[in-house]
């Protein structure tokens, strides 16, 4: 297995060049850091996952968790890292100091959660899960939940979840029918069932702390209607012992991948004793329980870009290592093979993965610096970056989460038939990367986020201020000679994408929602592809400004080599957008159109 998971010299490429993390510490919210602390926390983040998670990583899925004696058992090591998580402030990192937080950048604990998913994604979403939901009750709870809850959760002794599905709701959470009945002692009586909940039950936490979305009874149909609770496994009472809330585990669900952690089928209320307890107001928890999947939602595109890029340097070691084959221009039989990178076809794959990857990695990080603005500053500024933030949050999770699939199979494909084996880890990065575009909301969904409501908001407020991003990045790359062709490439997609949106919001106008969002999910691909195209020349800047400098050895290496990554983007993928703007703008209706029973035999 390969050593290396991720670029360590690429973060801080991003971190302190691109995005220059450091320019934060104006803000009063974080100026207790400084660029030493980001990197001695980088390098720690590291460790962790060199030491801590990355050793386990196929032992994790070789061994699955199981449901023995009324409780879910994982594997060891996950206890010793929700400790370390606890004791290091990981949970919580970017929190305030006053809730037990560290008030570090969202940026830098990004990139921290981006290497820990790299080196063991099964393992990094315990914690990751915990820091979602103690901040959810941190913005929406009394105090009374804050106290009780945050310190066991940032801790690492209690795990968070975040528990929304049910059976026959699915993706229509409106849909859902768990029942929360008041009563006269503060609490809901809970009544119900959930599907699909990520680390809702194991025995390497005292506690599980879910975040339960359900119904007043009597309250409106629809989405209208949905309150969120704290549903915890067992419940404090006041005399300090722990009572079990009849949060019963009634199945185990084994997956194509991600293994190491579990998801279960959880049944509430079958002794009718299970208690929540209210988080913000009645009937308004969607709008709470959303702040919690929008941050999830990143960590999904995070998440499969670290697993990508632990692919990718699989890759990139079995392909400097195994010699195979001779030059096409080579005529001697008897002339040494060479190794496989010295292939024009691996090169492209190798390159493949390295735009995708760090791309990805790139929008990630745009988005992470749009929230940590949106903490520092005020007033119309601060409204513009969380427009910024919530148009680009289905693009942050779908791009990444689509296309390191496509990434991973270009690894298996570098190593041949030892990539189909399981003596690499490739095998199982494609399998873990296959779950993000499925959970904290499919790809089809994302697409009507971004469509049907992202780029309508405040009558296109959020577009417009997105178009202007790019233009910027544009402008600057019109000056330096050697980008100037790809901001020119860039201005015309950039055109191409203004023309598609207006078309497609006139369907908004003229036809039925289906028609409208009929193809929605190409337009996030579209969108997708046009976004990464803008980080990649957002990176050029500054990849031509330090070959300005005539660095040598590994420096010139890395940098030569982002842009060969910048270039293949440019010309292998940003194309794409050709026939999707076709498709996008012809709008026949043909998937509205056809009918259920034309799908028959």
Request: hydrophobic content about 40%; some cysteine.
């Amino acid at each position: 297995m390969a050593e290396k998971f991720v670029s360590e010299r690429n973060l801080k490429f991003l971190l302190h060049d691109v995005f220059d993390v450091s320019s934060l510490t104006q803000f009063p919210y974080y100026e207790e850091h400084n660029k030493e602390i980001f990197d001695m926390v980088l390098e720690t983040a590291l460790k962790m996952g060199k030491d801590l998670l990355k050793p386990y990583l196929q032992e994790m899925d070789k061994n699955p968790p199981e449901y023995v004696d009324g409780q879910v058992k994982v594997h060891p090591a996950i206890k010793p890292f929700l400790k370390e998580c606890g004791e290091g402030g990981w949970i919580g990192s970017n929190a305030p100091m006053e809730s037990g937080g560290q008030q570090l950048p969202l940026t830098i604990a990004f990139a921290c959660r981006f290497i820990f998913a790299a080196a063991n994604y099964s393992a990094m979403v315990f914690p990751m899960l915990t820091d979602g939901a103690a901040h959810l009750i941190e913005a929406f709870g009394s105090e009374e939940l804050k106290e009780t809850y945050i310190p066991k959760m940032y801790a690492g002794q209690w795990q968070g979840t975040m528990a929304l599905t049910e059976p026959q709701a699915g993706s229509s959470v409106g849909d859902i029918t768990t029942v929360a009945e008041p009563t006269d002692e503060g609490y809901y009586k809970i009544r119900g069932q959930k599907i699909f909940i990520s680390a809702s039950d194991h025995d390497a936490v005292e506690n599980v702390v879910h975040l339960m979305l359900a119904r007043i009874k009597e309250a409106p149909p629809g989405i209208k209607g949905i309150s969120l609770f704290v549903v915890p496994k067992y419940r404090p009472e006041q005399n300090g012992e722990r009572v079990f809330n009849d949060v019963n585990i009634a199945g185990l669900y084994h997956k194509l991948g991600y293994r190491g952690s579990p998801i279960t089928q959880m049944s509430m209320g079958e002794n009718d004793d299970c208690r929540g307890w209210l988080v913000g107001e009645p009937n308004k928890g969607l709008a709470g329980m959303f702040q919690m999947m929008n941050e999830q939602r990143i960590d999904v595109g995070l998440g499969a870009s670290g697993i990508a890029s632990a692919a990718y340097y699989t890759s990139l070691e079995y392909a400097k290592e195994r010699a195979q084959g001779r030059p096409l221009s080579a005529k001697d039989p008897a002339q040494p093979q060479v190794p496989l990178i010295e292939h024009p076809d691996v090169k492209r794959m190798l390159l493949y993965q390295r735009a995708i990857v760090e791309g990805s990695l790139g929008l990630l990080f745009q988005c992470a610096r749009y929230a940590d603005l949106e903490i520092g500053l005020s007033g119309e500024e601060k409204e513009n970056y969380s427009l910024l933030l919530d148009l680009l949050t289905p693009v942050a999770k779908s791009y990444p989460a689509e296309m390191c699939i496509l990434s991973v199979s270009q690894a298996i494909q570098v190593l041949g038939g030892y990539g189909y084996c399981d003596e690499f880890p490739v095998e199982q990065y494609f399998r873990d990367v296959r779950i993000h575009p499925i959970h904290e909301g499919t790809t089809g969904i994302q697409g009507q986020d971004l469509l049907g409501r992202k780029v309508r908001i405040k009558d296109g407020k959020a577009f417009t201020l997105f178009v202007e991003e790019v233009q910027k990045t544009i402008a600057s790359a019109n000056d330096i000679a050697e980008l100037k062709p790809f901001g020119e490439a860039l201005e015309k997609a950039l055109e191409t994408l203004q023309e598609v949106t207006k078309h497609l919001l006139s369907l908004a106008e003229n036809e039925s929602p289906e028609v409208f969002l009929a193809d929605a999910t190409l337009y996030l691909e579209f969108f997708g592809i046009i976004s990464v195209a803008w980080q990649w020349l957002h990176q050029g800047l500054f990849i031509q400004k330090g070959l300005k400098d005539n660095p040598s050895g590994a420096e010139a290496d890395f940098l030569h080599g982002k842009f060969y990554a910048l270039r293949f983007f440019f010309a292998y993928e940003l194309p794409r957008i050709t026939g999707l703007a076709q498709r996008l703008t012809n709008s026949d209706g043909l998937t509205v159109e056809i009918k259920p029973d034309y799908f028959s035999d």
